[in-house]
């Protein structure tokens, strides 16, 4: 009754292209955004803003990319937490060695030597398949973090081989890392570049490069056939992939937690993320946000529930607990719905197109 | 079973290079010491240790031979099944006994996943069924921890583990790893065996071959699915038990699925004797990788050395040494 | 209506109101709140359980015996991190707030989470105490204000370590020649030490040589097999975490290297390290920087009042004696003291995080009071000021005897010139860094 279509007319292919056709869907993303930038940093506490949103952004932004790799282009990896690795000591460098540099500039940058060593790792995608190929990709994972511990150029020669990112600003006196940055300030600049990079990877895929990398996904003889070359079209959903997850690391390094060592990255992180994609939904931008925030905010509430409903547990009683709802609810989603969270929404939607009728 | 030309030439190209390249390092260079009497003991240490590996990796191969699921959870199992068996033997019972009852648990774990997992998402992408068997992952780490506790606990089976000096005194291998490895090598020829001469062996080679082929001339899947779970657990209490012995059973326990990963993809997914010699690869060839050629680096490589191995081998057969060779149709 | 969509929406709304909520639990308005980041579940958790159990229970006496501090009551609240740097920020922020006048003091027990929290705490001006872990160059107390370090650090350790083996050699001259490894576990923590060996190994003469072993250190043979059947080092030492202990000791035995000369920090030391190790563990060394077992005053305090009435935290009283449990006993001691000082100052009330700090700059634990808490030979006395966030320093030598950990040493002094030189030299490139100004100490 009031999302449908009927009286929504397109006066040209351009407007009948657009990623949201229907006007509801429109105002419901503005809507959204409006809240995202303006309403919770308003009234969210700084506990809310650093602990919650941030890692649900920023790990969001990481299962983006594995999921343009995996859900849309078909090449299961688990190099994820390498990737994002070599995204924050690649930022962490280049801020040290060029202090001039805006951090967007140093995060961008870090983002594409990201990208170059995604491909080189892409390379075995050439040959090798499915399951056997993710666990060729956690050999890129264990060599990359094996390699920021062993040499200490990365590190600037710490002893320690921590990296700490330093107070960098975004204009003025707008600190985004550092002490001197405030949850709202971090919160905002995240914020920023996951938006945009979602915007770019939604439009990205439903291009022609997007339409290759689906192809791919679903029977890549075929699509050799009819003329879709393997090799860039492979190395480019790596590249791109690896983008983003760079850029996931570097964010994680600097705004969010500041001060990281190799083992942060390491291939709990991988699969996490990987988790993300799945339960989230493959091949859909949505699917990667709906996933985060399944895999960051559930734990929390687990944990916090006893309190919430004061009921007193023993502390370890409660992380045991907050395990075995954890592995249930992934079991009761997967078995509702096992194409992930996106395609609930996506249900969901086509419901409400048609209420308050059944069909 | 039939091996391939193929990959006789890969495997004598590999005992040769497993000789050659470390004697070659250690004519190059001054820190890397090489005599012969210590090579074979780095390379017979990991053997022994490749042993241990590929008991864990029997598991995955037993579970996605039949089901074509990847089970992530095999790890989890290891632990459980180590500290269920722990468990009951500190509650009083001896240790025969413990032994049969989480045998006997292992089953209903089976039956349990069966029905409670698996029968719901027949027929999905593997993928769904993975991330499946990862929420029985979190779970059994959660409930084994609320039953038995988070504290180390000791399993002693009266191995000896002191130091044996062979060969006239000349090479050292470790006594506890050879009994180890018989253990893994009798329950390895015994599976390999039952996959190959028995009835339900049979059965099972179909079901991972087409779930609906194989309802189709009648197998049983549920059943199936319920045997091949259950050996898969047994698997995973003899893993738990050796592997246990050596660490001490604790969490930890679980992250030795991922030294068995690359073992997985060297030997093949579906192959039982897969598993054995892509352990005595990968277990030897890190071992000798990191004597013999880490000093030149940093050392600390055998992780990464692993995949990578077991990488290269995937580039001549993507399919694993002996796994089956992926078909696909257009 | 979709029943589907029904659960979706319930659920969603479920999450988000309860982690909203999550910050706001009620407190007594005038207890002194305090946070606990522990692992009491985890990879870790066997070295966790007794640390947890040794600080509850601190704090416990306190309250049962004097009634809190200066009358006020303790309010202790743990949080399990099970060692997950994500979990520990997230349990830091939760708690940081809570009570009346928020978390006096954060011990998170990992290196990872003192790394993750060093920017928040000076944002919070929430003190972070790390016992024996973390940053050694927060003994610059002029760059680093708001991090502790007492008793000893990991460089310090180092220098004992060495210490001890040229004691037990007859002379730092005897070194000349020697072989020392390091098994070390490739993580920040594992590689703390290698730049003070490198410096004491160029000082002294002694062939240094590295062994890191990748997380989690399940597998050591070929690590193991270099050293004791290649290299054939005089002492090996070890800075290792979790399984890798009891692995690394395993393998020792396996390759015949005598344990007597095997010299682990103490955190692989733990009780719950040797235990899997079983026979092997019999004569390996290690470095405590706390007293070993539970015959002190303070034990039987806690005996008396806690356990004989059912409320101690441990599985049983004779769990009391740990390595583990006594550091957690340290790092309670620390905390209470420094309140009561904070308190002595600034009135009997819930004090800040800043009032702490304060109190922390001029923490000063003497041997008399030792021995009036009954701790006098379990803990060195601590003496800090505004520049110096560390100490003495000092740490002795323990050996497991099949059951227990046996005293074999006194308490051994570190370096203190080198090692101070040292640190202002790091705290100084991370003040660079950081774009930090050294706050003055007058």
Redesign the interface.
Known sequence: MIYREAGEFKASYREDQAILPIRQDRWFMWGLMAVAFLLIPAISSQYWLSTIMLPFLILALAALGLNVLTGYAGQLSLGTGGFMATGAFAAYKLATMFPELHIVVVILLAGLITAGVGIIFGIPSLRIKGFYLAVATLASQFFLIWMFNKFGWFTNYSSSGVISAPPMTVFGDFFVTGPHATAVAKYLFALSLVVFFAIMTKNLVRSNIGREWMAVRDMDIAAEIIGIKMLPTKLKAFAYSSFLCGIAGALWAFVHTGSVEPLAFDVNRSFQILFMVIIGGLGSIMGAFLGSAFIVLLPIFLSNAPHLFGINIAVDLISHIEFMVFGALILFFLIVEPHGLARLWQIAKEKLRLWPFPY | MRIERDVIYIFMATLFLMVAIPWAAGQLSDEILFEWPFFFEVAIGGLLAGVMYSLVALGFVLIFKASGVFNFAQGAMVLFSALTLVGLNELGLPMWLAIIATLFVMLVLAIVIERVVLRPLVNQEHIILFMATIGITYFLDGFGQTLWGSEVKILDLGIPSDPGFYFGGAILINDFDLVAALIAGVLVITLALFFQYTRIGRALRAVADDHQAALSVGIPLKHIWVIVWAVAGIVALVAGIMWGSKLGVQFSLALIALKALPVLILGGFTSVPGAIIGGLIIGAGEKLAEVFIAPLIGGGIEDWFAYMLALAFLVFRPQGLFGEKIIERV | ??I??V??TIIAA???A??????A?AFAADSQFIGSL?Y????Y??GG?PWADGFADYINLLNARDGGINGVKLDLE???T?YN???G??CY??LK?NGATGMPAVMPLS??IT??L???V??DKIPLITSGYG??DAADGRIFPYVFVPPATY?GGADIAINYISAQEGGYGKLKGKKIALVYH????G??P??TLEALAKQHGFKFS???????G??Q???W??IG??LRPDYVLMWGW??MN??AI?EA????FPRDKFIGVWWSGND?DM????K?ATGYKSLQFNGVGSDFGVHKQIKKELYAKGKGSAKSAENTGEVAYNRGLQSALILTEALQAAMNHYGNKPVTGEQVAWALDRLSITEDRLKEIGADGLFDPIELSCVDHLGKGRAKVTQWDGKQWKTISDWISPNSEMLRAMYEA?AA??AK???ITPRPCG
């Open positions: 209506m979709n589907t969509r659960k979706t479920a999450v988000i309860g982690s909203l909520a999550g910050a639990t522990v009491r579940t985890g990879p958790a066997p359980i743990e949080c399990d099970a740097t994500d979990k920020v997230e922020e939760r707030n290196t990872g790394y993750a060093l920017d928040r000076v944002a940053r050694a460089w490739d993580s920040a923590y590689k703390e290698i730049k590295k062994f890191p072993v990748p997380h989690p399940l597998e043979k070929a690590t097999l270099k059947r290649q979790g399984v009891a692995t395993k035995a396996a390759v015949g719950a235990i899997p190790a079983g092997a790091s490139q991370y860094e950081k774009g």
